[in-house]
């Protein structure tokens, strides 16, 4: 009998994903806990694994498909052999495309008159068919519809995209783009947007759209952190396991500034503003599918080499794409380093539903009056967005002063001072 593989819970408020890349194909034998393919949603990547050892008889959804929670993956036919039973599953499961190609009544069915075709409701249509059209963008009478009353099903907006290249090249189908700003198209790449990069566009536009978002700026003298680092640099790796580095000493300064003025802690719920005792600090990385900002717990428990090796597993899972959900939810406050790509100056945009974030910057050596004499420094300029709607600009500028104190005066984070 065969046992269905179907979508895992993938955490709260997640209630659906797409399937990104298929590992295995109809016919292969598979063991238990074996990766069969990666589901993205809009926060991270997550591996579906076999619960059974057996066969793959076929594979329910091709790859780009969006899946709810509990729909069905594939199936495995538990303890046969991949060899026995793949000629079945490949004629089980034929792939839409190819056989749309190949069809000799496909052309037929393109050319035929609109009279002859069924107008496709897609007002009626269910909302999972309604949402691929609108992703895919593909034109309702392109579409032949097979549900009832002139509904369409996402099967026949599939085929309806498979059969987009026979139907007509893109000059014929297009001709207004070969005449308007679009000159030269062929030289152009077009990919679609991944689930986890709409997101951060969605999420970033509403960050926008909703909060009263202000920047404010101060710069930091770089000199004694530094030279505490330089000395102790390698002490610190040995008895820890973990580079020092500049954020452990910007996350602890900024948990002084965040416990001395709660606001920058805190968020706006509806009609009230939710204060945060806990200081869960967001370390964004970047990664070559997009930003994301793992959290590191319980920050102001955690010691200096804590904090390290905290920050340092969660940039490896994001690189490796093994962050889960739990590593990306509920930071109280965010932290951004674009210096580590060279940026001098920039205004961070915030992290809903938080209320400020931190940007940190390029270390640039700078001329400066140091006692009434001009001095090279290791300056960096620091920055504070914030939601003015529960933050007020003395608080703001209070809390930016605090994290400059801390870090030209490494010793207060050691006193609590």
Known sequence: MAVEIKVPALGESVTEATVAKWLVKAGDAV?????????ETDKVTVEVNATVAGSIVDLAVEEGATVQVGGVLCHIEAGAAGAAVKPAATAAAPKPAPAAAASPP???????????????????????TRKLIAETGVAPEAIHPTGKDG??????????????????????ARPAQAAGPRLRADREERVRMTRLRRTIANRLKDAQNTAAMLTTFNEVDMTNVMALRDRLKDDFEKKHGARLGFMSFFVKACIAGLKELPAVNAEIEGDDI????????????????????????DADVLSFGGIEKAIGDLGRKARDGKLSIADLTGGTFTISNGGVYGSLMSTPILNPPQSAILGMHKIQQRPMVVGGEIKVRPMMYLAVSYDHRII???????FLVRVKECIEDPERLLLGV
């Open 31 to 39: 063991a238990i806990d074996q990766p069969l393919c990666e589901l």
């Open 106 to 128: 496909a052309p037929d069915a393109v050319a035929a008159p609109p009279a002859a075709r069924l107008v496709v409701d897609v007002a009626a249509s269910g909302p999972a």
């Open 151 to 172: 509904r369409a099903t996402k099967a026949d907006v599939l085929a309806a995209l498979a059969s987009i290249p026979a139907a007509a090249p893109p000059a014929a």
């Open 274 to 297: 939710v204060y945060k005792n806990y200081y869960d600090i967001g370390v964004a990385v970047g990664t070559p599918q997009g930003l994301v900002v793992p959290v590191v717990r």
């Open 392 to 398: 007020d600009g003395r608080e703001a500028v209070l």
